[in-house]
């Protein structure tokens, strides 16, 4: 069982970031634009099932005043729209001019961990489907994804702050017959002593996401073992097809 993921995101997950506002002592907002893999990791054995994976957003949103290291926003509260595409907060010097962190539209939290969630089951020797009808007969397996937690912050100092982001999940994986599987996954990063920077929240989110990546196939692998075993597993990566 491998330690690392397969898969880093190229240059950075978060490579093509865009600025709506300067990032230096302010509140600018801040819009990040994910960078996918082209092709999902293939693990060498198949299982001949096929998944069909569903995400919620489930995280809690809470109004300012309040800490920034859970989901926030200022103001009224967004629209739903809104709040699927927001990831993070920001603050300026001594802790004034609150500013959300968003995701580049189309772009959404569910729509992230779903593309993870995928790559993770593909890995683990499932077949995706793109529909619950695609399958012949329905997929041998449904998998709900809930996300409680996807959210970048910052902890302002001196001259200096800490940039930290959290990604988890809690996935139910629910065959045709039968009682669910249940698995959790979580990915969490902190720089300290960095700047209030784009590179800053890009390498947090970045981090936090190879992360949550990984402990997610993990998973994934251990059910897929669990479901049927992998005989080749002793020949290495270039055994079987």
């Known amino acids: 069982m491998r330690k690392k993921s397969r898969w880093t995101f190229p240059a950075s997950l978060v490579a093509a970031a865009l600025l709506s506002a300067a990032c230096g002592g302010g509140g600018g907002a801040m819009t990040l634009k994910p960078n996918y893999p ?6 060498h054995h198949k299982i001949g099932k096929t998944v069909f994976v569903k995400v919620t957003d489930a995280r809690e949103f809470s109004a300012q005043p309040g800490p920034i290291s859970v989901p ?17 907060a920001r603050s300026g010097e001594g802790g004034k001019n609150f500013s959300t962190i968003t995701l580049a539209d189309p772009e959404t939290v569910k729509s992230i961990v779903k593309q993870l969630a995928e790559i993770s089951f593909e890995f683990a020797g499932f077949k995706v489907v793109g529909t619950a ?27 200096t702050i800490a940039v930290n982001s959290n990604v988890e999940a809690e996935v139910s994986l629910q065959p045709k017959d039968g009682a669910p599987v249940t698995l959790s996954a979580r990915g969490y990063h902190e720089d300290v002593d960095v700047g209030n920077s784009i590179d800053s929240y890009d390498l947090a989110l970045n981090e936090a996401l190879n992360n949550f990546l990984v402990d997610l196939e993990k998973g994934c692998l251990e059910v897929a073992d669990s479901i049927s075993p992998d005989e080749d597993e002793d020949e290495g990566e270039g055994g079987g097809t």
């Open 133 to 159: 009808e695609e399958a012949e007969g329905g997929p041998d397996y449904v998998a709900e994804v809930s996300v409680p937690g996807f959210w970048v912050w910052m902890t302002p100092g001196g001259l």
């Open 38 to 43: 082209d092709e999902p990791a293939q693990r």
């Open 72 to 88: 926030t926003y200022a103001g009224q509260k967004p629209p739903d729209g809104e709040l699927a595409r927001t990831i993070g």
